[in-house]
C-alpha cells in the first residue's frame, strides 16, 4: 500500500494532540516520566528509570517491564503525586496507565534497547506466525515460505548479522 504522505513528518507527531501520532505529547494520558525530571521529584524518577535499565539489562520483554513499573509507581509514588495533566489540569495521585507507560518506554528514545528488543520480538511473532501457516493439509505453501525467508533475512540485518 503506497502512501502519499512524507516517511518523515515531524508534525505528525510532535503537535501534542491526542490522537496525532504515537508520543505521549499525542497520548492524552498522564505520563509520569513526561511530568517529572530527575531533578524535580525527590529521586522517584531516577529510581524507577534505573528499575527499567536493570529489567532492560536482564532482557525482560516489554510487558514484564510495563507491569513492574506501574506497581513500582502505584505502590511508593502514586501517593504523593501532584502534577498537570495532559488537559492542563492538577491531578491528584493520577493513575499511570499501562498503554502510557509502554508508549513511554517504546518512543521516548531513552530506552534504545527496549526498543531494538521490541523490533526483534515483532519479528520473531511474525516469523512464527507464518511458520504455522507454511504447511496445510501436507502442502508446503512457497508463498509463506518465502515471506520467512524475508523477514527471517530483515532480522539478521536488524541485529547486524
Not at 111 to 128: E, G, N
Amino acid at each position: 500500500m503506497r502512501s502519499s504522505k512524507p516517511a518523515y513528518a515531524v508534525d505528525a507527531w510532535l503537535t501534542g494532540a491526542p490522537g496525532a501520532g504515537p508520543q505521549c505529547s499525542a497520548g492524552g494520558e498522564f505520563c509520569f516520566f513526561c511530568a517529572f525530571s530527575e531533578t524535580t521529584d525527590g529521586g522517584h524518577v531516577k529510581d524507577l528509570k534505573a528499575l527499567v535499565a536493570l529489567m532492560v539489562g536482564q532482557r525482560k520483554e516489554l510487558g514484564v517491564v510495563v507491569n513492574a513499573v506501574q506497581e513500582a509507581y502505584r505502590d511508593n509514588i502514586r501517593p504523593d503525586v501532584v502534577a498537570k495533566g495532559p488537559t492542563g489540569l492538577m491531578l491528584q495521585q493520577p493513575d499511570w496507565s499501562k498503554a502510557s507507560i509502554s508508549r513511554h518506554l517504546i518512543y521516548s528514545t531513552e530506552f534504545p534497547a527496549l526498543f531494538d528488543a521490541v523490533v526483534t520480538q515483532i519479528h520473531q511473532s511474525l516469523i512464527m506466525k507464518l511458520n504455522a501457516a507454511a504447511v496445510t493439509d501436507g502442502e508446503v505453501d512457497m508463498s509463506v515460505t518465502d515471506e520467512i525467508r524475508k523477514l527471517s533475512a530483515s532480522l539478521r540485518k536488524w541485529q547486524g548479522r
